[in-house]
Nanobody
């Protein structure tokens, strides 16, 4: 079992920055990839960024150059640094972890609202 807890969401002005955190606990050694997804009101959940246990990263085109995913293995925590935020970035952001053997775990989400 893996438990994931997101934090860091909130209200931010357009053009502002925010850093999300995802603290993992439980069977940490089984995790081989972690990621951030988001779900805006009335829309499907979509991939934002992923990071592998080796540090490889991937991003959705909509956030490339603005968002940075990282992980601190010593703290068992993953981060999403978000800059140049737009109203379209408003969503609930979810943390995901995939393990070996394959199981998928989700956090409960943290709300990010970009509005003036």
């Amino acid at each position: 079992q893996v438990q994931l807890v997101e934090s860091g969401g909130g209200l931010v002005n357009p053009g502002g920055s925010l850093r999300l955190s995802c603290a993992a606990s439980g069977s940490i050694g089984r995790i081989y990839v972690m990621g951030w997804y988001r779900q805006a009101p009335g829309k499907q959940r979509e991939l934002v960024a992923t990071i592998t246990s080796g540090g490889g990263t991937a991003y959705a085109d909509s956030v490339k150059g603005r968002f940075t995913i990282s992980r601190d293995n010593a703290k068992d925590t993953m981060y999403l640094q978000m800059t140049s935020l737009k109203p379209d970035d408003t969503a609930v952001y979810y943390c995901l972890a995939n393990t070996t053997p394959l199981e998928t775990y989700w956090g409960k989400g943290t709300l990010v609202t970009v509005s003036s």
